[in-house]
Nanobody, 122 residues
Framework: HLVESGGGLVQAGDSLRLSCVHS????????LGWFRQAPGKEREFVGA????????LYADSVQGRCTVSKDNSKNTVYLDCNSLKSEDTAVYYC?????????????????WGSGIQVTVTP
């Protein structure tokens, strides 16, 4: 079970942190990450972190602006983004892969959060 928080309305150029609490028993072995879906577009991969936290993977559109991290003591995965743009406006979804692989997470997601809206204004 994945629950996102931290979304809302932000201005272009601002920073934002999204959090996702993973209440299942597989937090320490899952790959965890984030996807987003803008209005009228398909859901797309944003970034992911491996089960051990040693590897990360990002979409080209957010590379250098966003960071995925995890806190094992809080069973929480984070998405920190700066220099936000209007094109970052989307519903952001937390995702988990039982495989533990960030590459597998891009292709097969075993669990989804319900999503949280992020709106970036000009």
């Amino acid at each position: 079970h994945l629950v996102e928080s931290g979304g809302g309305l932000v201005q272009a150029g601002d920073s934002l942190r999204l959090s996702c609490v993973h209440s299942g028993s597989t937090f320490n072995t899952d790959a965890l990450g984030w996807f987003r879906q803008a209005p009228g577009k398909e859901r797309e991969f944003v970034g992911a972190i491996s089960w051990n936290g040693l590897s990360t993977l990002y979409a080209d559109s957010v590379q250098g602006r966003c960071t995925v991290s995890k806190d094992n003591s809080k069973n929480t995965v984070y998405l920190d983004c700066n220099s936000l743009k209007s094109e970052d406006t989307a519903v952001y979804y937390c995702a988990a892969s039982l495989s533990g692989s960030i590459y597998q997470l891009r292709r097969v997601v075993d669990g989804w959060g319900s999503g949280i809206q992020v709106t970036v204004t000009p």
